[in-house]
């Protein structure tokens, strides 16, 4: 079993949709939650981190579950430019050093 | 701006020939890091360096070299006992200190093929 496994999709939602990807992990010991997102053959650039209360920026709602080692993601009112991969990134710390491990990602294509 | 810088962007490789991609931040980030990613697939650690002059081994090291002679520069060597090394190799740097050693900044990615 993958460290952090991810539904790959791809989901192709109309815009205006809502859609939500969830990430789970099976380090309990995990540490950090982030989101991050990847254009196609371009690098990852950070989405949004994971707080334990959930939190929010804009259409982005991420929640962390430490009970059931899940996190979240869920995006309102698609817009195209949502078109991209979203890797759940969960980390841990080794004597100050981020580790952190990759989920494979989930696609999503926003459709006119 | 600060960010990373990534040299070259593609590169191609014969079979037996070592190559090596440059990774230079002004970020001022103590920890630098180099990720491989296959198609479909997420990032996998191959080194990371947390100060000048330190490097551990990450899960995929066999076949690759780094060094840490200055804080900015982190450079790979692909070498030829890496069994498949065509890839899209991305590095990145991050702070260190539980406030922000997870949050990573990632440079443009070297695509790696070899022919």
């Known amino acids: 079993r993958k460290e952090v496994e991810q539904d790959p999709g791809p989901f192709n939602v109309p815009e205006g949709a809502t859609v939500a990807f969830n990430c789970t992990y099976s380090n309990s010991a995990s540490q950090s939650f982030f989101w991050y997102r990847q254009d196609c053959r371009k690098e990852p650039k950070l989405l949004m981190s994971?707080?334990?209360s959930g939190n929010e920026d804009g259409r982005f709602t991420a929640q962390l579950n430490r009970a059931s080692q899940y996190i979240s993601l869920l995006i309102r009112d698609s817009k195209l430019s949502d078109s991209a991969t979203y890797l759940c990134?969960?980390?841990?710390?080794?004597?100050?050093?981020?580790?952190?491990?990759f989920g494979d990602g989930t696609t999503l294509t926003v459709k006119p | 701006d600060g960010g990373i810088t990534q040299s070259p962007k593609y590169l191609f490789r014969k079979e037996g020939q070592n190559v090596t991609l440059s990774c230079e931040q002004n970020?001022?980030?103590?920890?630098m890091y180099w990720y491989r990613q296959d198609p479909g697939q997420g990032l996998r650690l191959i080194y990371y360096s947390q100060i000048v002059n330190d490097f551990q081994k990450g899960d995929i090291a066999e076949g690759y070299s780094v060094s840490r002679e200055k804080k900015e520069s982190f450079p790979l060597t692909v070498t030829s006992a890496q069994k498949n090394p065509t890839a899209f190799y991305l590095c990145a740097s991050s702070i260190t200190g539980e406030a922000g050693a997870n949050v990573l900044t990632f440079g443009a990615g070297s695509r790696l093929t070899v022919l």
């Open positions: 994971v707080y334990s």
């Open positions: 970020l001022n980030h103590d920890a």
């Open positions: 990134v969960v980390g841990r710390f080794n004597t100050n050093a981020g580790k952190s491990t």
